[in-house]
């Protein structure tokens, strides 16, 4: 068997495959349609919220400083993540003084966005 032959047959089981999930997902939508009801009522066509029924207008208004939280657990988030890498290889005798200032670097970044949210009143719980 030529070496073309076998290349076109692994991507022959690929396609196969692809084709199979597109035919298994179009039956299922079509056996869907074929077997719901469809009655249409006014309050099926109500917007559904969370359980409460629609009353007023549909603006809410978010408070900013959800988004500031919200940056501040990406701070903390992203603090985490790299220090557990870090941890593990700052073990390793090769790389323990360069693991070590980089991670002074990192966490200097880090406390410089820890500043800033301070400086701005982020911080203060009022």
Known sequence: MPVSASYFQSYSVVG?????GVLFVAVAFGANRLLRPVVPTPEK???YECGVDPVGEGWA????????????????????????????VFANAQFGA?????????????????????????LTWT
């Open 16 to 20: 196969v495959l692809a084709v199979v």
């Open 61 to 88: 208004h978010t408070q900013v400083r959800y988004y500031v939280y919200a940056f501040l657990y990406v701070i903390f988030a992203v603090d985490s993540i790299f220090l557990f890498p870090w941890a593990t």
């Open 45 to 47: 066509m109500l917007t």
């Open 98 to 122: 360069a693991t070590l200032v980089e991670m002074f670097i990192f966490l200097g970044f880090l406390a410089i966005g820890l500043l800033y949210a301070y400086k701005k009143g982020v």
